[in-house]
């Protein structure tokens, strides 16, 4: 990506496992290739493959679509990072992601609360909510979900300097 580019990606699949790592290979290269930074590039490939992987266990019917975003921050040497993935979900799993990116927002310590988070995921029988708070500790992204009808999007942004290539 040239100085004050712009990058937008996204694709539609019905993802499964070997294909959401297959995906995380490539958004790997391909964000090394437009970021010139490789520690970037692994959060961002991170954060596609936990969004990949909640859409795989909670969609209704299998489909998701990924959508990788940079662009130009206000500041000219700053980029605007989005990682997002929408699928429709099940309801029953709708109040429950509101109230974990809710959670997740409010901690004042990511790492924290991911430890915490590990505590907690031993005592529950399904839906550990690991992925989420590790994308906001690892990623260090934040974290934001639209919700309109059965549609769900659950997007992660950072604001991050621009590195030369």
Known sequence: MQRGGRMNFSMEFFPSIKAISVTRRFVTDLAIECLH????????????????????KYSVDGAASLTIDVSPADDTNMRSVSVGV???????????????LDEIAAAEDPSAYYLSAMRRSAKRASGSGLGLARIRAEGEMDLTGDFEGDGVCVRARATVSEVEP
């Open 37 to 56: 930074d490789a520690d970037l590039a692994a959060r961002v490939a991170l954060v596609a493959h936990e969004l990949l992987e909640n859409s795989l």
């Open 86 to 100: 929408w699928c429709r979900g099940q309801a029953s799993h709708t109040d429950t992601l509101r109230r974990a």
